[in-house]
């Protein structure tokens, strides 16, 4: 178990679409001041039995994010909607190495719960 900080530092300023500056460059931003994670993510192998069957013991309201497998159709199989993490990019930036794994927010961080079903993410 580890924490993820999604606090950035902003690179460039954000302007509106008449050059006005909306947010200075350097200015520290964490996502979760203004949008909180209401439901788990759990982000797992779609190809992997064992790691469908870790997701489905999860709670009910998870969101299932795969890192590999089709989501459409399992998505199908299960009556469920299951999102997709194009090359891994969402698990890699929260620096999840193995998979599965849980996601649940706690205050401005992010607490991530590796399973002892461990498959190298990527």
Avoid: C
């Avoid at 992997?48 to 497998?69: F, N, P, R, Y």
């Amino acid at each position: 178990m580890f924490y993820f900080d999604p606090t950035i530092t902003l690179k460039e300023e954000i302007v509106d679409n008449k050059g006005k500056i909306v947010i200075p460059k350097k200015t520290v931003y964490n996502p979760l001041d203004n949008h909180s994670l209401k439901n788990p993510l759990l982000f797992l192998n779609g190809e992997d039995q064992g790691h469908i069957s870790w997701a489905m013991e999860q709670e009910e309201e998870a969101v299932w994010v795969l890192t590999k497998g089709n989501p459409f159709e399992l998505g199908e199989q299960l009556g469920k909607s299951i999102k997709f993490d194009q090359g891994g990019v969402i698990a890699k930036r929260m620096a999840i190495k193995y998979i599965p794994a849980k996601v649940v927010q706690e205050g401005k961080k992010l607490k991530i719960e590796e399973s002892s079903l461990r498959k190298k993410n990527g």
